[in-house]
């Protein structure tokens, strides 16, 4: 397979970025019949390693846009980098740095004889080398293809397995740039009448930074979250986790519970039966907070159905179903399916992976702690959750979650856009970055605006 970083077939062109207040402006001036701007939506946005060896005793939502890609064969891969590598005719100019302005602040933590720091303003990455287009914060290796080009801003040391231009941080939003009264725009405000919420809203929309995002670019090892020990994540199908130093799994069927579906009988029963009795690799292990036997040997018209279409049956039923399924390092290859059972009306216990024995899943890896990280089913969200390690310790290595899910990272194409947090990690092959969102002390443009619309 070839390294996208070769594939330059498809040449793209990176659009402009609009300038975000300007239709807020329009729909004060001219009256949201001919400009209609959600600005008054929330937004909401969701939610591997330098390697750590465990004593034996040590136990340790969101809305994102989907990429329309609009291609016409699957071997032309969006991991297409000629968008990034149009030359900057202006040279960019960040060498002055003001820490009381919003800024952004990327450490490497790991895997560095001198930690590094990075920030990022208004501008872009201070001294940053990079001299083509791009607005975005590219992260990546050294890119040897062409002596005259610069695409990366952050470069990580050499590694074969990390991209030339492996992910990006989009965060031109952030710092809200342009937040310019236009004189005509002022005078408008004072004679029309807002009323106070309006006028808390756009003040909020101008004053307040906006989200950061990260975004995958086909890398050939992914790019991961930090999942925390204290805040949970929403699973969903499809979606890849890594732990320890080469053991990953895959969401493969997340089903929550639906009151309006069926209850329990004979043929859920009966399913459960088979696939525990499966041969080899298709074997599952179950996992309920139930510890009873199953009362139902397989039916006939079950034992011919394939595993796709029992999933398909169990989602006819109101009772709460996760599939993990697990391969690398450690992993028993006859217990890498896994099921588990929720409750209909109460959260169900913490279903432990981990070293240790006692485990529900247990991968025999000394980079896996004993207690790894927990599943559970939740009512509160309602969904099934992931957390990291024990509710009061995070795990040696961490658990992280890749912004691919694995149908993108099969085929090596670009993850969706993915809203990262103040002290966010990222994992690129055993790099760590820590990403730190400052809003800063000193009085801007939005400032002024607030103060302004609220006289």
């Known amino acids: 397979m070839r390294n996208f970083d070769e594939e330059n077939e498809i040449d793209l062109i990176e659009e402009d970025i609009p300038i975000v207040n300007e239709p807020i402006f329009q729909w004060i001036s001219f009256g949201d019949e001919q400009y209609h701007y959600n600005f008054l939506d929330d937004i909401s946005m969701l939610r591997h390693d330098s390697i750590y060896f465990e004593e034996e005793d040590n136990s340790r939502l969101f809305r994102v846009p989907r990429i329309q890609l609009g291609l016409s064969s699957s071997r032309e891969k969006p991991q297409n980098i000629q968008k990034y590598l149009q030359k900057r005719t202006i040279p960019i100019q960040n060498q002055q740095f003001d820490l009381r302005l919003p800024h952004i602040k990327v450490t490497q933590l790991r895997n560095m004889n001198i930690c590094h720091e990075y920030f990022i303003n208004e501008f872009g990455l201070q001294d940053s080398q990079k001299n083509t287009n791009s607005v975005d914060i590219l992260i990546g290796r050294l890119f040897r293809q062409n002596k005259d080009i610069i695409p990366i801003d952050i470069v990580l040391p050499e590694d074969r397995v990390i ?49 950061v995002q ?10 991961y979250l930090r999942i925390l020990k204290q805040k949970p994540c929403l699973l969903q199908k499809d979606q890849k986790f890594s732990v320890g130093s080469a053991t990953w799994f895959n969401i493969v069927f997340n089903h929550t519970y639906d009151s309006k579906l069926k209850q329990r009988d004979p043929e859920w029963f009966s399913i459960i039966k088979h696939l525990i009795s499966l041969k080899q690799s298709q074997k599952h292990e179950i996992h309920m907070n139930e510890n009873q036997p199953l009362p139902f040997e397989p039916l006939d018209s079950i034992k011919n159905l394939t595993v796709s279409d029992l999933y398909k049956k169990l989602s006819e039923y109101q009772i709460p179903i996760l599939v993990v399924k697990l391969q690398g390092q450690g992993v028993d290859n006859n217990k890498s399916l896994n099921l588990f059972i929720g409750n209909t009306e109460t959260d169900t216990t913490d279903f432990f992976v981990g070293r240790g024995a006692e485990n529900n899943i247990k991968i025999n890896s000394n980079t ?9 089913y939740s ?28 149908e993108q990272s099969e085929k090596k194409i670009e993850s969706n856009l993915i809203q990262i947090q103040h002290n966010d990690e990222i994992k690129i092959s055993d790099f760590i970055l820590k990403v730190e969102l400052f809003k800063g002390t000193k009085q801007g443009n939005g400032h002024i605006i607030n103060q302004f619309l609220h006289d």
């Open 368 to 376: 896996i702690s004993r207690k790894q990280c927990r599943i559970k």
């Open 214 to 223: 990260i975004q995958d670019l086909g890398s050939i090892c992914g790019t």
């Open 379 to 406: 009512q509160k969200y309602p969904g099934w959750i992931i957390n990291d390690g024990l509710e009061d310790r995070e795990s040696a290595n961490g658990t992280w979650i890749n912004l691919q899910t694995a």
């Open 163 to 211: 991209s030339r231009i492996h992910c990006k941080i989009v965060c031109n939003d952030y710092f809200r740039k342009d937040q310019k009264l236009d004189p005509l725009h002022a005078k408008v405000l004072k004679l029309i009448q807002i009323p106070s919420i309006i006028k808390f809203r756009i003040s909020q929309f101008l004053e307040k930074p906006k989200i």
